[in-house]
């Protein structure tokens, strides 16, 4: 261009199209694992055809689990378990064992005791600040009903306000429930928390 | 700016509230202490492969720790030189034999020098030229590492290394001389809790004796309670429940525990933590360990009085357990904890597995411990913006702490020495802004 006008430069240039030599996309061979490990546990439920009577009464179970927790109702939600119930968040997704590798929660019942007792306790200290819970539980889906053990997926969103701060939780639950003298026990709770790799502002004093 | 008066903000025995809360502080404290000291950046097992990297904050400034082609370990900032985008967007990962940015594909070999820029022609007979340093990532002025343990300082000179550790370098050998082999390999989850105080809280916090049976009384109560109960009906308690009960212990029993405050504000509180019960899978680990050591060494290594070792001013290292809290602070009232445990090489699978609880119960996003300290520290923050009084006391035992060769050991264990010890390092840090504020 002789003159630098901005009508003559408007009007010549090359179009841009897909052409094979995209020097710069080449350039990014893409040799790099730069993927978080967020969320993805690769892990996809399927529901069984099982009775409807079933499904309503393990439905009944999860929403009564997370009413409790919302009514801080610690011993009835501890009661939920079998004897040798466990409750346990994986601190990775990709975890298989509840005991062995760093978790979020461990918990057998006898910790589940000493849990309790502390959010009991009169000095608890930072129990003084007013918090409430409000658990939503949904996508109930029963997996596999073998004997007296039945097999559900589920997911949770759970909000918490604690003094002035609202936090947010979701995930998943996975519960192996037993029968035991006609009732449904919690012999199993694993929860996988979305977040549960984040960053947490404060802690999780009670169970999600 | 006005003047600094640090012998007014920081006094033998008390200090103001406002090096807890002011932000111009809180930025000379970023400049002349985070980004020239000695910084932890990781264990060098997090990055195995060439390409493995870690991102980090050393100060107020990105970073990026990577293993090198020549298996070299490089700490560069995370930031192209060309519009000053970050390299690196995840906290962990593989880059390849690369880094790429992402706005306009400058590539950068894994020490960080420039490789490869699209249409370099562009550049020709500019100011720009490829074997400029500032073509290039622009590493950590020194790398240097400890037992595996890697660190970095943004400052060309000051002490070593070595010199910055001082006696505090027991933490690492701590950790590691409890494997037969003498190493430790990171467990790749890193717990992360925003702390909303000055990251002083939680130095001091560490070694104070006096706390646990106050703060800790909630957990240690009902974990006591089902500990003797589990003793009566079967004679023993599985360890972590005593990892528990004794943050209730006695007042008494809290100042018989001595502290030891080294230079620069480091510092150990003692106490044998009982890991040494006579089990079948302790008395197999301590005949490994004899077996690779000989007897004394061995003893000397099983029977270390430490509970913490605090590295001034960001870590705390709870070495028997061969655990580490590293603290990166974001601001006056806000500091990020990362919080990582190590798997001893060569050692029963039940070892591993007793320090996982201890990590598991009182280190985790749901810990039945920490829950209550970051409730002191939160109110603790808010107590220091009140008016209702300037300063922070630290009167207990003043003037009774035996002091040799620069090491001073507390007589009581309750001694707020920790905290005084403490300040004595941050005063000789900040005596640069000092002077310089002056001019």
């Known amino acids: 261009m002789e003159r630098n006008e901005v009508s003559q430069a408007l009007g010549t240039g090359v179009v841009i199209e897909a052409i094979e030599s995209m020097t710069g996309a080449e350039s990014i061979a893409p040799e790099h694992v730069g993927r978080g490990r967020l969320p993805a546990t690769g892990y996809v439920p399927q529901a069984a055809a099982v009775d409807a009577a079933l499904q309503r009464e393990v439905e009944a179970l999860l929403y009564r689990q997370a009413a409790m927790l919302d009514a801080k109702a610690w011993a009835e939600w501890c009661g939920l378990f079998s004897d040798s119930g466990i409750y346990w968040m994986p601190a990775t997704p990709d975890q298989t064992d509840w005991e062995g590798q760093p978790s979020i929660f461990a918990e057998d019942g006898l910790l589940r005791e000493v849990r309790m007792g502390r959010l009991q306790h009169p000095n608890a200290w930072s129990q003084a600040a007013a918090w409430a819970t409000n658990h939503l539980v949904g996508n109930v889906m029963i997996e596999a009903v073998e004997g007296d053990r039945v097999e559900v997926y589920s997911r949770f969103q759970m909000m918490e306000m604690r003094r002035d701060d609202i936090r947010h939780f979701g995930g998943s639950y996975r519960h192996t429930l037993v029968r035991e003298q006609g009732r449904l026990g919690i012999a199993f709770q694993r929860v996988d928390l979305t977040n549960g790799q984040g960053l947490f502002e404060y802690v999780l004093q009670a169970w999600v | ?439």
């Open chain 2, 1 to 439: 700016m006005s003047a600094i008066d640090l012998d007014y903000l920081v006094q033998p025995d008390r200090v103001h509230r406002s090096v807890y809360t002011d932000q111009i502080l809180f930025d000379l404290e970023m400049e002349n202490v985070f980004e020239k000291i000695w910084v932890y950046c990781g264990h060098e097992s997090q990055v195995k492969k060439p390409g493995d990297y870690w991102t980090l904050q050393i100060g107020r400034q990105p970073m990026v720790m990577v293993r090198g082609e020549d298996m070299r370990i490089h700490v560069l900032y995370n930031r192209c030189p060309h519009r000053g985008v970050m390299l690196c967007g995840n906290q962990s990962g593989n880059t390849g034999k690369h880094f790429v940015c992402s706005y306009h594909a400058w590539s950068f070999k894994l020490d960080g020098r420039i490789s490869a820029i699209p249409l370099a022609r562009g550049y020709e007979g500019t100011r720009l030229t490829f074997d400029d340093p500032q073509a290039s990532m622009v590493p950590a002025a020194r790398v240097d590492s400890y037992r595996g343990f890697v660190f970095a300082s943004l400052s060309p000179t000051g002490p070593s290394l070595s010199e910055f550790l001082g006696d505090a370098r027991v933490a690492f050998d701590d950790i590691c001389d409890r494997s037969p082999e003498g190493e430790v390999e990171a467990v790749p989850v890193c717990h992360r809790v925003m702390q909303r105080s000055n990251w002083k809280f939680f130095m001091e916090n560490q070694l104070d004796a006096l706390h646990p049976s106050v703060t800790h009384q909630s957990t240690g109560v009902p974990a006591r309670r089902v500990e003797n109960r589990l003793k009566a009906e079967q004679g023993k308690a599985p360890l972590f429940f005593h990892y528990l009960s004794t943050f209730a212990s006695s007042f008494d029993q809290w100042d018989s525990v001595q502290t030891v405050n080294f230079p620069n504000g480091h510092g150990i509180l003692k106490a044998y933590m009982g890991l040494r019960p006579t089990d079948p899978d302790t008395l197999e680990y301590e005949s490994l360990m004899k077996k690779a050591y000989g007897e004394a060494k061995a003893e000397e290594f099983l029977s270390r009085s430490i509970h913490h070792v605090l590295v001034y001013p960001y870590l705390s290292v709870q070495s028997p357990l061969q655990q580490l809290r590293c603290l990166r602070p974001i601001g006056p009232d806000r500091t990020l904890s990362e919080i990582w445990h190590f798997r001893l090489k060569g050692v029963p699978e039940a070892i591993y597995r007793r320090s996982l609880w201890y990590f598991n119960l009182v280190n985790s996003p749901a810990t039945m411990i920490n829950a209550d300290d970051l409730e002191n520290w939160t109110k603790g923050q808010w107590g220091l913006q009140s008016k209702g009084g300037d300063w922070v006391s630290f009167h207990r035992e003043h003037g009774r702490d035996t002091e040799t060769d620069g090491v001073s050991y507390s007589n009581r264990g309750t001694s707020e020495v920790v905290m005084r010890n403490q300040f004595k390092a941050w005063k000789a840090y900040m005596q640069p802004a000092a002077a310089g504020s002056k001019a």
